[in-house]
């Protein structure tokens, strides 16, 4: 038995994540595992054969070696920032030496750069959403509904994928999140992330019309029946990610905005939808979602609680109003309290 300090890199790392494994959900531990993977690799090309050869000015040269690679400054900061709860871990149980966790630099990211500027924006949502309506041979199909559903709620990839046919409360009005981890479909936030959602007639009726018309009628390996379900049942993260770069194709309800033609593009298929410059994942749905329910004046504390996100981080990574927005909804609402007689 190998003990803790003579552990490659890549072993600790798969050894890292199976003890997180019941309190990640499944797309951060998918996120973690890609960042460590980077890092285990990396040290496999530079001869770093056991965890116990790592110290400050290894991780330094890490650190170095992804900003070389022109990496956004919000993703070096995130991946080091897991790195260092790796190094930790492996601090606890003696695989290092003492104190290298505090060696290990995250370096800051201005609040201007933190802010998710990418979103899918209020004028291309709406279009698609319009067009999807109105047209005979598209509405209520499966990228519809993901789309709508994902606009009206803000809601994450891993929400939408956990949606069941019984959350969908049509005489109600209403769909539901639940964390369901037992059977792999837990919330990000777990317990703290289930609500009740209220939609309004238009989208009942789109989820509707899906249900009976083009909804593949398939369980899961749970025997649960998945509201957004692919013909073998659930959808894993990545092909929901997929739908969502395909639904959001301008070229679905007006001419390609980069000179493209449709029936010939590169980026038509699944392999290629994410590289199409103005199709969106799903978490760009939800930052623009939220930037909108804020530009219509939906209280913040309404929209935390059908979003699932704090009203401070809704203020400083989804609210995307410019800064004469923001001034002006503060001002309608009390600028008749100002007035002088």
């Known amino acids: 038995m190998i003990t803790p300090e003579e552990m490659t890199p890549r072993e600790a790392w798969h050894r890292y994540l199976d003890g997180r494994r019941t309190e990640l959900t499944e797309e951060t531990a998918s996120t973690y595992h890609y960042?460590?993977?980077?890092?285990?690799?990396?040290?496999?090309?530079?001869?770093?054969?056991?965890?116990?050869?790592?110290?400050?000015?290894?991780?330094?040269?890490?650190?170095?070696?992804?900003?070389?690679?022109?990496?956004?400054?919000?993703?070096?900061?995130?991946?080091?920032?897991?790195?260092?709860?790796?190094?930790?871990?492996?601090?606890?149980?003696?695989?290092?030496?003492?104190?290298?966790?505090?060696?290990?630099?995250?370096?800051?990211?201005?609040?201007?750069?933190?802010?998710?500027?990418?979103?899918?924006?209020?004028?291309?949502?709406?279009?698609?959403?319009?067009?999807?309506?109105?047209?005979?041979?598209?509405?209520?199909?499966?990228?519809?509904?993901?789309?709508?559903?994902?606009?009206?709620?803000?809601?994450?990839?891993?929400?939408?994928?956990?949606?069941?046919?019984?959350?969908?409360?049509?005489?109600?009005?209403?769909?539901?999140?639940?964390?369901?981890p037992e059977s792999e479909t837990g919330l990000k936030n777990k317990h703290e992330g289930e609500r009740v959602v209220a939609l309004n007639e238009h989208v009942c009726k789109t989820i509707s019309t899906y249900i009976q018309r083009h909804r593949y009628d398939k369980h899961d390996e749970h025997g649960r029946q998945p509201l957004l379900s692919s013909m073998q049942g659930r959808p894993q993260p990545d092909t929901v990610r997929i739908w969502m770069y395909l639904a959001t194709f301008p070229c679905v309800s007006a001419a390609c905005p980069h000179g493209y033609d449709p029936e010939a593009c590169e980026f038509s298929s699944y392999s290629t939808s994410s590289q199409c410059p103005s199709s969106r994942a799903p978490h760009h749905v939800r930052t623009g979602s939220i930037t909108w329910h804020c530009d219509r004046g939906v209280p913040r504390e309404v929209t935390s609680e059908r979003v699932n996100a704090s009203q401070d981080v809704i203020d400083e990574y989804y609210d995307k109003s410019q800064k004469r927005e923001r001034m002006e909804k503060r001002r309608r609402a009390h600028i008749d309290k100002l007035g002088i007689n």
């Open 35 to 180: 960042r460590l993977k980077l890092f285990a690799e990396w040290c496999e090309d530079n001869a770093i054969e056991t965890v116990s050869e790592l110290d400050g000015w290894t991780l330094d040269q890490y650190e170095s070696h992804r900003s070389g690679q022109d990496v956004a400054s919000t993703t070096l900061h995130n991946e080091m920032e897991t790195i260092k709860t790796f190094i930790e871990y492996l601090e606890r149980i003696e695989a290092v030496e003492e104190g290298l966790t505090e060696r290990v630099n995250v370096p800051h990211v201005p609040r201007d750069e933190r802010s998710r500027e990418t979103k899918l924006s209020t004028e291309q949502a709406l279009e698609l959403i319009r067009h999807y309506r109105s047209d005979d041979t598209l509405r209520g199909c499966r990228r519809h509904a993901l789309l709508e559903t994902a606009w009206h709620t803000g809601a994450r990839l891993g929400g939408l994928r956990a949606l069941d046919l019984r959350d969908d409360d049509r005489d109600e009005q209403t769909i539901e999140f639940v964390h369901r």
